[in-house]
């Protein structure tokens, strides 16, 4: 990997996920370059919400979106454990197929107390987002 795609966090993410219980199970993983990180959510079928039309579960898409918002305001902060949730609101923009799922997270301000993310997650084409969430979480260290 060329210096500039390298980032020291990387590592930790990978640590973070394989600390989490939940991430294990969900089989999350991320690709970090940079500041810029591309989660993943390998399809499992247990995964799927409703079987007669195979659509993934909201939750586990809801979850996914929220462990990458989380761990993008991590990556570019100098924090030494991920952030807090303090709220986060999902949209459920098409239907999720029994395929993989990609997200990306934007951290749009981040303060001294809070940061203000945008996460959205895509299967076949990334300009055509499945759900998107808008979520704060507290980054204050008292």
Known sequence: ???????PRAEEINRILAAMPFARTLGMRCDVRG????????FQDKLIGNVTI????????????ELTAMLQVFLVSDMPRPPRPMNLTIDYLRQGHAQDLYARAYVLKMGRRMASVRAEAWQQNRADPISAINAHFMVASD
């Not at 990997?1 to 980032?7: A, Q």
């Open 1 to 7: 990997m060329t210096p500039e795609l390298t980032n």
């Open 54 to 65: 195979a659509a993934l579960h909201g939750g586990a898409i809801a979850s996914f979106l």
């Open 35 to 42: 500041d810029e990180m591309t989660a993943i959510l390998p």
